[in-house]
């Protein structure tokens, strides 16, 4: 069955350190979007990209880093400058923009 | 700036007590307003798409209008199993890649 595969589902960061968040689509789709999504809140995009090898910043970009050099895959790698991590990441994919996104189940990232 | 504002941010009905969730927007040009159910600790999943003014959609017990200003999501005779976060986004005309999305609201449905 296609769809998006987050990995891990949890995850624990220690002060200072990077980690990287995977997702990966079997959907064919050329978008794809990292969303962060705190308690209460709705999603906040940190970034896009709608073509391999080329990505966007969102609202929220300060602290993270992607990549897109597959297009089956966009990365996302929480690195030591931001500040507050904690919280539930999305990734999406789209193909039409009116089709709306398919999302992945997500990470929970805890900071240790 | 998009902004996206839902109301309220938590409903609680009976089974069977049929209600409305209100997403207000504000977009420089609207290309298209989005529904989707995100159930706790999961992705959200799409619902709808909707374009202009005055259209609707429906699926199952969910009804989904669209004004120049707002959206209404009705949800009819609602069952348990309607229990979850109902969020709205915002595509805009002048940037493809990039939804605004709403805090969603969260509705409890009691047996």
């Known amino acids: 069955d296609g769809g998006i595969t987050q990995s891990p589902k949890y995850l624990f960061r220690k002060e200072g350190q990077n980690v990287t968040l995977s997702c990966e689509q079997n959907l064919n789709h050329d978008a794809m979007y990292w969303y962060r999504q705190d308690p209460g809140q709705g999603l906040r995009l940190i970034y896009y990209?709608?073509?391999?090898?080329?990505?966007q910043k969102g609202d929220i970009a300060e602290g993270y880093s992607v990549s897109r050099e597959k297009k089956e895959s966009f990365p996302l790698t929480v690195t030591s400058a931001q500040k507050n991590p904690t919280a539930f990441y999305l990734c999406?994919?789209?193909?039409?923009?009116?089709?709306?996104?398919?999302f992945g189940s997500g990470t929970r990232l805890t900071v240790v | 700036e998009d902004q996206v504002t839902q109301s309220p941010e938590a409903l609680r009905l009976q089974e069977g007590e049929s209600s409305s969730l209100n997403c207000s927007y504000t977009?420089?040009?609207?290309?298209?307003l989005f529904w989707y159910r995100q159930d706790p600790g999961k992705g959200p999943e799409f619902l709808f798409t909707l374009y202009s003014a005055g259209e609707e959609k429906e699926k199952e017990r969910l009804k989904a209008t669209l004004t120049k200003k707002e959206s209404f999501l009705h949800i009819t005779a609602p069952k348990p199993e309607d229990s979850a976060t109902y969020l709205c986004?915002?595509?805009?005309?002048?940037?493809?890649?990039?939804?605004?999305f709403g805090d969603g609201t969260t509705l409890t449905v009691k047996p």
């Open positions: 977009v420089s040009g609207l290309r298209g």
């Open positions: 990209s709608q073509i391999v090898n080329d990505f």
């Open positions: 999406a994919s789209g193909r039409d923009w009116d089709y709306g996104y398919t």
């Open positions: 986004a915002v595509q805009p005309n002048t940037n493809a890649g990039k939804s605004t």
